[in-house]
Structures are given as C-alpha cells and as structure tokens.
C-alpha cells in the first residue's frame, strides 16, 4: 500500500539549485518521485515550473512529506480543503498538525480561501470564527501558547505557500545571489543594504535590528547612534550583553573593562560592567536612567530618546541582569512577535544566538541580511530555515561606520 500527490513548484530552479533539493528531501522522507513535467525558463530572468508525484508508504508519512516540501515553496497541484481538530491540552497541538513555514501561506476553509496573518516558522495554524461561524482569522501559534479548544489545521491539505522570487532584472540586493558575500566589494554591499534600508522607511516600514555586544567591542556603537538618531533603527533586537556593555561604555568609556578610545585594559575596569549594572538596576531601569540624566550617551540613550523599541531577552550566562531583561525566554518569544509588525527590512549584526532566535519568527517575506565576521552565522540561519537570509562576511565594525557614512549626511566619526 502507498499514498501519492502531485505536487508543483515555480521559480529559479535549477540556477538556485533548490530542484534538486526538492527530489533529496523527497528521498530523505523515505518517498519516491516521478517528475511529470518541466518547463525550463529560456532567459535567465525567467522562472521555471515543475510538476512532481510524490509517493509515501501511508499517509501519514506522505503528510509529513508534504510539509517538508512546503518549506521550498511545494504546492499540491490539488490542494482540498484543510482539515481542523480540536486542542485538547494547554501547550500540545492535535496529532498530525499542520507544521508552518514562513512563506506567505493561505489556507482552503469552507470553500474560501483565507491568508495567515503572521506566517512564522515551527508553528501551528489557529483558526478562529466569528459569532455566525464563519472563518474570521487564521493565525499562527507557538506550541506553548495553544489552549484547549482551539481549532488548528491538521495535515497538508487545503494550504498553500508562495516563496519569494529573486528578481533578477533589479540590481538591488544584488549580492543576495549568493548565501555569503566574503570576496565582493565591500562599499558595494554596504551601498545595497543601505538602499535596502531607505526603500523600507520610503515604503512606510520599520527596520528591525538584531545586535551582539560586538556592536560595543569594535567601537561601532558611535555610528549605531548616528544611524538611531537618522531614523535607520525602529526596533532593536538583543541581549542582556549589548545594553551591559553599551551602558558601561557611557559610564566608564570600557567595553568589557577595555578602554574603547586607547584599545587597551585599565584599572579596575573588570568591575566596570558589573557597576554599570549595579547603576541602572537602583534606577529601575534603563528609560529612568536616562531620565535621571544618569545614562547620558550610548545606543540604548538613543533609542531612549527618540522613543525607539528595544527588546532584551536574557541567558543563563547573564550577570545582572539589566532589569529591562527579559529572564523568562517564552515572555521574551512574545516580545519579540509582538514588535514585527510593520518590519520591512531586518540587518543582524554580531549574534548568532539572537540571529537565529529572530530568524525563527520572521516571515520569509522580510529581506534578512546577517553581518558577521563568522560564516558560520549566516550558514546556520539558513540551515535553520530562514531562506531568505543573506550575509556579509566582515568586521562587524567598520561594517557599521560604512554604512553610517553611507546613510547619515556629513557623518565622521568623533
């Protein structure tokens, strides 16, 4: 006995290689393949579109293939209807639940077909209904905010994805063309994130930040400032570490204990971070401190000032913390999806942790551009699903000053 479907999928497909990724997921899930049909684009602008039966032994392995195929932009020629079942636990969704990708994702109820509000990866699919019963929304949901009652979409029938297609006749994000941009001119890059940057705030859309304490280290948080008070950071994204040692820096002019100016240790200045904590805990916080006038320069006195959003979600390594930390990971989760909406372009710079934990809740339809010094970084976004991350690989520090000089008029570095 097996099961079958046919399954399609349209774009870049043999220059991006994901084809042959599509027919090893295939094999990797224990089904077979017969490609019915290709259709080769002639141009290299043009898309290609492909048309695959794919068996599975039952099934439910045939489901589990399906949504794998759908995290490359699969789509079942026939879609049907979703099915829905009832949670009958706090924090556990039905068996067979329909796993999510982020690409923009619509599902077949009733005969209508209704878009997902806010597509997130390695989530489930809530359906909720109006007073008539009608479908009203269908929603994303992490698995420890699902409740008993709720309606979520099982297996991977009634849904469609559509994965976003590089267009090849802009020259913008250029070097998105390749995962890691390592051998390519520099100025190059930093010109195409900034243009990246200015069509979001043109389009009326919030750029998004994820930061490590790197920032501070290489001496960048000057042209991180500059970029705040232009306009360039709506959101920010980070860690207990960065705001430590950004707020230490405003203190004591040390990251770490180092003298940022001279590049060199001083005395005492291993004390330095745990006193800048010990400064802004008695104030109760980093916005009072700033109001206090006792926090007077630095990132978070920026975002501060200009009523900027910031996000800090803690780890077990944190010393402190900064009383604004989020210390419970899943309250931190919420914070973070609470401030997405809006975003229209997101730059990760020196993090892997927190890259990877925003990565995980941003739609693919959000540009993602990762800057780091590690390969390893971007690679790991990518491997982790968040197919659209693209990234620069280089010193974080004069990344920053680059693309201050290149996105505030008249910035020098003091």
């Not at 994130?193 to 069509?199: F, K, L, N, P, S």
């Not at 430590?244 to 330095?272: F, K, N």
Request: glycine residues 10%; proline residues 4%; hydrophobic residues 40%.
């Amino acid at each position: 006995m097996s099961e079958s479907e046919t399954v399609e999928i349209t774009g870049h497909l043999l220059d991006t290689g994901i084809l042959s990724r599509i027919l090893s997921d295939i094999r990797e899930y224990g089904g077979d393949y017969v490609i019915d049909k290709v259709d080769v684009g002639h141009d290299a602008v043009d898309t290609s579109r492909a048309t695959i039966t794919v068996t599975a032994e039952d099934d439910p392995e045939l489901q589990r293939l399906l949504m794998r195929l759908q995290t490359r932009g699969v789509n079942q020629v026939d879609p049907g209807e979703a099915a829905v079942s009832a949670c009958d636990m706090d924090g556990v969704f039905p068996e067979g639940f329909y796993s999510t990708t982020n690409l923009v994702t619509r599902v077949r109820i009733a005969g209508r077909w209704v878009d997902v509000e806010n597509p997130e990866m390695d989530c489930g699919l809530v359906v909720t209904y109006d007073d008539s019963g009608d479908v009203a929304h269908v929603v994303t949901l992490p698995m420890s905010d699902v409740r008993i009652g709720m309606s979520v979409v099982c297996g991977a029938s009634g849904i469609r994805v559509q994965a976003p297609i590089v267009d090849k006749t802009s020259e913008t994000f250029g070097f998105m063309e390749s995962d890691v941009s390592s051998e390519k001119p520099q100025a190059v890059l930093v010109r195409q994130v900034a243009d990246g940057m200015r069509e979001a705030k043109a389009a009326g859309k919030l750029v998004l930040w994820v930061g490590g304490p790197g920032v501070v280290h290489t001496g960048a948080a000057p042209a991180m400032v500059a970029m705040v008070d232009a306009g360039f950071v709506d959101v920010l994204f980070a860690g207990n570490a960065l705001a430590t040692h950004d707020i230490e820096s405003s203190l004591y002019g040390t990251s770490l204990g180092v003298d940022l100016a001279m590049g060199r240790g001083v005395e005492h200045g291993h004390e330095h971070h745990i006193r800048a904590l010990n400064t802004i805990r008695k104030q109760g916080s980093i916005r009072a401190a700033v109001d206090n006038g006792i926090l007077t320069g630095g990132i978070m006195h920026a975002l501060v000032k200009h009523e900027k959003t910031f996000v800090l979600v803690g780890s077990v390594r944190d010393d402190g913390p900064l009383p604004d930390v989020y210390t419970d990971v899943i309250e931190g989760q919420r914070a973070m999806r609470a401030e997405l909406t809006g975003v229209g372009f997101c730059l990760m710079v020196a993090t892997m942790l927190h890259s990877v934990a925003t990565g995980n809740i941003l739609p693919a339809s959000i540009p993602l551009v990762c800057v780091d010094i590690n390969p390893a970084t971007v690679t790991k976004l990518a491997d982790r699903g968040s197919s659209q991350a693209r990234g620069i690989v280089t010193d974080v520090g004069l990344f920053l000053e680059q693309l201050a000089i290149e996105l505030v008029p008249g910035y020098r570095r003091t």
